[in-house]
């Protein structure tokens, strides 16, 4: 852990604030204790429902809404069907390139934007299709070549693109453009291969990471932020982890054994069920872990998550000052957006939110964007993208 004050890399979102998300349960894994199947915790369209409504009620500012081949719940339908039912939390909906055509991805994203009046925002998936094993090169290409038809779409009155993949000619007397004006949602990108870094730098607004020692997270975000200049562009950064407040460090600890003691390592595990249980984020998370003797990255971040499950493999774990200071510390380093959850979903967002949330500077990154065209820096030339903060 980084133990000197830390300078800002330089970031899209210049102001000391910070969008504070919740996750829902579209994947199914929501549970009382991990590696155990919970029944009454199940990916239904109404559990994802209440973990959505509750987390707008607490005071979140968006949702991440995962998405996956396992059982559960589709991602743009659920967000059609929430939209009238909410009224001030965004909506944060991952979208894997190549399973919807460009133009009509386009079009229901525009779609979903109206219903929402701009409290959309997009988390861009550059996963495998479920059962397709394709090389990271081409899903690297699809991706690009998406939100490049994407981008046309929501700016332009017809399409022409002429990719490798992708070639469109579309003229139209009317497109559908989304709610937000000011280029469409916010893409949201996350990974940690070279081609997942070109592909946000080039394209993206928020590049998201999972837990890891701060070393590891701020030489990340200064690489990216030099990217992204190379391209004359500034990008914002998003932490995803898991959280466990309590008044007492002891108890907060003591919660972290409990949800794992009935885990079974020769036993069910949710994590060799998903796509990205060898992707390079989860396998480094894994070494991490293996360097701890107490599953601790480092002070206050646990690891033993990731034994149980793929994707995001750790969580803050401590008091509401701990945790405050923690997440402070990150937004010193340029985090703008935190994307929070806890094991049972709904028990630990009422947590949080009761005991941390009320601190923090919160806004909604979509919010701020629109209000601005998105700023520009010069081409980059070498040396550093750091300023001071």
């Given at each position: 852990?980084l133990t000197e004050?830390?300078?800002s890399?330089?970031i899209?979102t210049?102001?000391r604030?910070?969008?504070i998300a919740w996750f829902?349960d579209l994947?199914?894994?929501?549970?009382?204790y991990?590696?155990?199947?919970?029944s009454?915790?199940?990916s239904?369209y109404?559990?994802?429902?209440?973990?959505m409504?509750?987390?707008?009620?607490?005071g979140?500012d968006?949702i991440?809404?995962?998405t996956?081949?396992?059982?559960g719940q589709?991602v743009?339908?659920f967000?059609g069907?929430?939209?009238p039912q909410t009224?001030?939390i965004?909506m944060?909906?991952?979208l894997?390139?190549?399973e919807i055509f460009p133009t009509m991805l386009a079009?229901h994203?525009?779609?979903?934007?109206?219903?929402?009046q701009?409290?959309?925002?997009?988390?861009?998936i550059?996963s495998n299709l479920?059962?397709?094993?394709e090389?990271?090169?081409r899903?690297?290409?699809r991706?690009?070549e998406?939100?490049?038809?994407l981008?046309?779409a929501?700016?332009q009155?017809?399409?022409?693109?002429?990719?490798?993949?992708?070639?469109?000619k579309?003229k139209?007397?009317?497109?559908?453009?989304?709610?937000q004006q000011?280029?469409?949602p916010?893409?949201y990108?996350g990974?940690?291969?070279?081609g997942s870094?070109?592909v946000c730098?080039?394209?993206?607004?928020v590049f998201?990471?999972?837990?890891?020692?701060?070393?590891?997270?701020?030489?990340?975000?200064?690489q990216?932020s030099d990217r992204?200049?190379?391209y004359?562009?500034l990008?914002d950064?998003?932490f995803?982890?898991?959280?466990?407040?309590r008044?007492?460090?002891?108890?907060?600890?003591?919660?972290?054994?409990?949800?794992?003691s009935?885990?079974?390592?020769?036993?069910f595990?949710l994590?060799n069920?998903t796509?990205?249980?060898?992707?390079?984020?989860v396998?480094r998370?894994?070494e991490?872990?293996?360097?701890?003797?107490?599953?601790?990255?480092?002070p206050?971040?646990?690891?033993g998550?990731?034994?149980?499950?793929s994707g995001?493999?750790a969580?803050?774990?401590g008091?509401?000052?701990q945790?405050?200071?923690?997440?402070?510390?990150?937004m010193?380093m340029?985090i703008?957006?935190?994307?929070?959850?806890?094991?049972p979903?709904i028990?630990?967002c009422q947590l949080?939110?009761?005991?941390?949330l009320?601190?923090?500077?919160t806004?909604k990154?979509?919010?701020v964007h629109?209000?601005?065209?998105?700023?520009v820096?010069?081409p980059?030339?070498g040396?550093?993208?750091?300023?001071?903060?």
């Amino acid at each position: 852990m980084l133990t000197e004050p830390v300078k800002s890399v330089a970031i899209r979102t210049p102001e000391r604030l910070a969008e504070i998300a919740w996750f829902d349960d579209l994947c199914g894994g929501d549970t009382q204790y991990l590696g155990v199947l919970d029944s009454d915790r199940k990916s239904s369209y109404a559990h994802c429902r209440d973990i959505m409504l509750t987390a707008e009620r607490m005071g979140f500012d968006n949702i991440l809404l995962p998405t996956s081949y396992l059982p559960g719940q589709e991602v743009i339908p659920f967000v059609g069907a929430m939209g009238p039912q909410t009224s001030t939390i965004n909506m944060l909906a991952a979208l894997r390139t190549g399973e919807i055509f460009p133009t009509m991805l386009a079009r229901h994203i525009a779609t979903l934007d109206h219903i929402l009046q701009g409290r959309l925002t997009i988390n861009i998936i550059n996963s495998n299709l479920p059962g397709v094993e394709e090389s990271p090169e081409r899903r690297y290409k699809r991706c690009s070549e998406t939100i490049e038809i994407l981008k046309q779409a929501w700016s332009q009155e017809s399409i022409d693109f002429q990719g490798e993949i992708y070639q469109v000619k579309l003229k139209s007397t009317e497109p559908v453009k989304p709610y937000q004006q000011n280029g469409g949602p916010l893409l949201y990108f996350g990974g940690i291969s070279e081609g997942s870094k070109e592909v946000c730098a080039k394209y993206c607004d928020v590049f998201l990471m999972w837990p890891e020692p701060e070393e590891s997270i701020y030489a990340t975000m200064q690489q990216m932020s030099d990217r992204a200049a190379k391209y004359g562009r500034l990008i914002d950064f998003g932490f995803r982890v898991h959280v466990i407040v309590r008044e007492t460090e002891q108890e907060a600890r003591a919660y972290a054994q409990k949800i794992m003691s009935k885990f079974d390592p020769n036993g069910f595990n949710l994590k060799n069920l998903t796509q990205d249980n060898k992707s390079l984020g989860v396998l480094r998370q894994d070494e991490f872990r293996a360097k701890s003797t107490d599953d601790y990255l480092e002070p206050l971040l646990w690891g033993g998550i990731g034994r149980a499950r793929s994707g995001c493999g750790a969580a803050l774990v401590g008091t509401p000052e701990q945790i405050l200071s923690k997440m402070n510390r990150y937004m010193d380093m340029g985090i703008r957006a935190f994307i929070l959850s806890g094991y049972p979903l709904i028990e630990e967002c009422q947590l949080f939110a009761k005991h941390v949330l009320p601190h923090l500077p919160t806004v909604k990154l979509s919010v701020v964007h629109n209000r601005m065209h998105p700023p520009v820096v010069p081409p980059y030339k070498g040396g550093t993208a750091l300023a001071g903060g």
